[in-house]
């Protein structure tokens, strides 16, 4: 669809009509009220600024339409630079919400000035129905082969699935790495310089990466007992200090390229860090690297995304296979799993909030009242999206949090800290080294902690995500190639507890932190409005 442009110039009156045109627009999309509302203050806030700038009877041009996939609304206006959104965000949080679709994003071309916001509509929430879908159409064409002649069979599955399914694993390797280190490395640069890192987001990102750590080894110990492991290499030993050594130097790259080829997550994660740390360092000696890494990351993630948008072709053909080719009843071994996975995260949640609510002094019971609406509505549509908005609201009117703090934390906090998709990971490793008898060590459950922790961090806000970070996981750690597709199998479910487990964890982090630095409003966390 193409966007179609109405010009007006500014006013009082053009703003609310412009405003009214845009909600009519979003209504037409089934935007939820929540969103909508999101869109209308938004561009109430930049018109008004613009009008601020301009003064009255300036010409701005309003846009809607579909461009690149996205329902988008366009503001454009034209002279010299001028930037209507870095009046009021910081530069680091203003991009992680812009890549997340929640926050307008502005350009400068040919003497135009343009700002776009992403508009969310229901249907793209479709991605699970579409997957579920293939799943029972995979399913019902594996069950029909086995009354298909075998020779008809064999070239389905020798000449159409198995090529099929290798060219997107083949495409799954090929840009993961890559899109991880961009993500990263642009993440980093977006703090402007190192003091503003230091002064900003040190304290924040510390906290939450060590939440992750915790939240990963965690999820290792509490598997333990319901696994049986072979632990071939747990005899005490120069092998088994050999072992744990060459994972800890092993870290280290020996060469840029070597990474990217084999899949080594945590190397890749290593040279994101210290391109980007340099990078950040270099200031604007190194504008020109800055802007590639930034708009890389954008072009790669937006790659990547349409990558996973093929995610439901996959699994109708590998369910068919895997069923065409056995009896299929692989799959009634992913109960454990998932299992797990909703037993480890709903004790870490426990144990968060019980821990936030002693931290904070206040009765678990009303904290986690507090913090419900939004958990409910993320595990529900498991789309941490459509939580935003209601979380932010929380966050300021319920929990009692300083607005500046919640605007700087919880788009970091959606990005990097995700301890639900660390106890998920877990849970699927342990089991599926259990199920192909992979052999374990020490050594390899401390590499999949770190790993897991690292990969958890560094999962880019898109949907599909997870099952890049799985093909990750797996070569990382030495997990047979066919155990992916049970991996993807089982993220249709985990996918909902996953979501709504993370939400509810940023939101008990961003409490604890908020306290621990004097953002938290006391009288606003004990007013049982929620209750």
């Given at each position: 669809?193409?966007i179609s442009?109405?010009?007006?110039?500014?006013n009082?009156?053009t703003i609310e009509?412009?405003l009214?045109?845009?909600?009519?627009?979003?209504?037409?999309?089934?935007?939820?009220?929540?969103?909508?509302?999101?869109?209308?203050?938004t561009?109430?806030?930049?018109?008004?600024t613009?009008?601020?700038?301009?003064g009255?009877?300036?010409?701005?041009?309003?846009?809607?339409?579909?461009?690149?996939g996205r329902?988008i609304?366009?503001?454009?206006y034209?002279?010299?630079p001028?930037?209507?959104?870095e009046?009021?965000?910081?530069?680091?949080?203003?991009?992680?919400?812009?890549?997340?679709?929640l926050?307008?994003v502005?350009?400068?071309?040919?003497?135009?000035?343009?700002?776009?916001?992403?508009?969310?509509?229901r249907r793209?929430?479709?991605?699970?129905f579409?997957?579920?879908?293939?799943?029972?159409?995979?399913?019902?064409?594996?069950?029909?082969?086995h009354w298909?002649?075998?020779?008809?069979?064999s070239?389905?599955?020798t000449?159409?699935?198995?090529?099929?399914?290798?060219?997107y694993?083949?495409?799954l390797?090929?840009?993961a790495?890559?899109?991880?280190?961009f993500?990263?490395?642009?993440?980093?640069?977006?703090?402007?310089?190192?003091a503003a890192?230091?002064?900003?987001?040190?304290g924040?990102?510390?906290?939450f990466?060590l939440?992750?750590?915790?939240?990963?080894?965690?999820g290792?110990?509490?598997?333990?007992p319901f696994?049986?492991l072979?632990?071939?290499?747990?005899?005490?030993?120069?092998?088994?200090?050999?072992?744990l050594?060459?994972?800890?130097?092993?870290?280290?790259?020996?060469n840029?390229?070597?990474?990217?080829?084999?899949?080594?997550?945590i190397?890749?994660?290593?040279?994101?860090l210290?391109?980007?740390?340099?990078?950040?360092?270099?200031?604007?000696?190194?504008?020109?690297v800055?802007?590639?890494?930034?708009?890389?990351?954008e072009?790669?993630?937006?790659?990547?995304?349409?990558i996973?948008g093929?995610i439901p072709?996959y699994?109708?053909m590998a369910?068919?296979?895997?069923?065409?080719?056995?009896?299929?009843?692989?799959?009634?071994?992913?109960?454990?799993?998932?299992?797990?996975?909703f037993?480890?995260?709903t004790?870490l949640?426990?144990?968060?909030?019980?821990?936030?609510s002693?931290?904070?002094?206040c009765?678990?019971?009303?904290?986690?009242?507090?913090?419900?609406?939004?958990?409910?509505?993320?595990?529900?549509?498991?789309?941490?999206m459509?939580a935003?908005?209601l979380?932010?609201?929380?966050?300021?009117?319920?929990?009692?949090?300083?607005?500046?703090?919640?605007?700087?934390?919880?788009?970091?906090?959606?990005?990097?800290?995700?301890?639900?998709?660390?106890v998920c990971?877990?849970s699927?490793?342990?089991?599926?080294?259990?199920?192909?008898?992979?052999?374990?060590?020490?050594?390899?459950?401390?590499?999949?902690?770190i790993?897991?922790?690292?990969?958890?961090?560094?999962?880019?806000?898109?949907?599909?995500a997870?099952?890049?970070?799985?093909?990750i996981?797996?070569?990382q750690?030495?997990?047979?190639?066919e155990?992916f597709l049970?991996?993807v199998a089982?993220?249709l479910?985990?996918?909902?507890?996953?979501?709504?487990?993370n939400?509810l964890?940023?939101?008990?982090?961003?409490?604890?932190?908020?306290?621990?630095?004097?953002?938290l409003n006391?009288?606003?966390?004990?007013?049982?409005?929620?209750?």
């Amino acid at each position: 669809m193409s966007i179609s442009y109405k010009g007006y110039e500014l006013n009082s009156e053009t703003i609310e009509e412009i405003l009214q045109e845009t909600e009519k627009y979003c209504s037409q999309l089934n935007t939820e009220q929540r969103q909508i509302l999101r869109v209308r203050l938004t561009l109430d806030e930049l018109l008004l600024t613009l009008m601020e700038r301009y003064g009255n009877g300036a010409s701005v041009s309003i846009g809607a339409g579909k461009y690149r996939g996205r329902q988008i609304v366009r503001l454009q206006y034209e002279g010299d630079p001028f930037d209507p959104t870095e009046q009021t965000d910081d530069e680091w949080s203003g991009q992680i919400m812009a890549s997340l679709g929640l926050s307008p994003v502005w350009t400068y071309r040919r003497k135009i000035n343009t700002v776009t916001i992403t508009v969310s509509d229901r249907r793209r929430k479709g991605t699970l129905f579409y997957i579920a879908a293939a799943a029972i159409l995979g399913i019902v064409l594996g069950l029909s082969g086995h009354w298909l002649p075998e020779s008809v069979w064999s070239f389905i599955d020798t000449n159409i699935l198995s090529p099929a399914m290798g060219a997107y694993m083949g495409l799954l390797k090929t840009f993961a790495g890559i899109m991880i280190a961009f993500t990263i490395c642009s993440g980093i640069i977006g703090f402007g310089d190192s003091a503003a890192l230091v002064k900003t987001g040190k304290g924040i990102i510390a906290r939450f990466s060590l939440l992750m750590i915790f939240a990963s080894a965690f999820g290792m110990l509490f598997m333990q007992p319901f696994v049986q492991l072979n632990w071939n290499g747990s005899d005490e030993g120069s092998s088994q200090i050999s072992a744990l050594s060459e994972m800890i130097f092993g870290i280290l790259p020996q060469n840029l390229v070597d990474p990217f080829l084999s899949g080594n997550a945590i190397q890749i994660i290593v040279i994101a860090l210290c391109i980007g740390a340099v990078l950040l360092t270099a200031g604007e000696r190194a504008r020109t690297v800055r802007t590639f890494v930034t708009e890389g990351a954008e072009v790669l993630q937006r790659l990547a995304s349409s990558i996973c948008g093929m995610i439901p072709i996959y699994v109708f053909m590998a369910l068919a296979q895997l069923i065409g080719s056995k009896d299929g009843t692989v799959l009634l071994s992913l109960w454990k799993p998932l299992c797990l996975a909703f037993a480890g995260q709903t004790v870490l949640m426990l144990i968060f909030l019980l821990w936030t609510s002693a931290r904070i002094k206040c009765s678990p019971i009303l904290l986690f009242k507090k913090v419900l609406p939004p958990f409910l509505v993320a595990f529900t549509t498991a789309s941490s999206m459509s939580a935003f908005t209601l979380s932010m609201e929380t966050c300021e009117k319920d929990i009692g949090l300083d607005s500046a703090f919640v605007k700087f934390c919880y788009p970091v906090g959606s990005v990097m800290f995700m301890p639900a998709t660390a106890v998920c990971m877990s849970s699927v490793l342990c089991c599926f080294a259990e199920s192909y008898n992979v052999g374990v060590s020490p050594a390899w459950v401390i590499a999949a902690v770190i790993t897991i922790a690292l990969l958890a961090i560094a999962t880019p806000p898109m949907p599909g995500a997870c099952v890049l970070m799985y093909s990750i996981l797996f070569t990382q750690i030495g997990i047979p190639s066919e155990a992916f597709l049970l991996a993807v199998a089982a993220n249709l479910v985990t996918d909902f507890y996953d979501t709504g487990y993370n939400v509810l964890g940023i939101l008990l982090g961003m409490t604890g932190e908020g306290h621990r630095l004097g953002y938290l409003n006391r009288t606003v966390l004990l007013n049982n409005r929620k209750a």
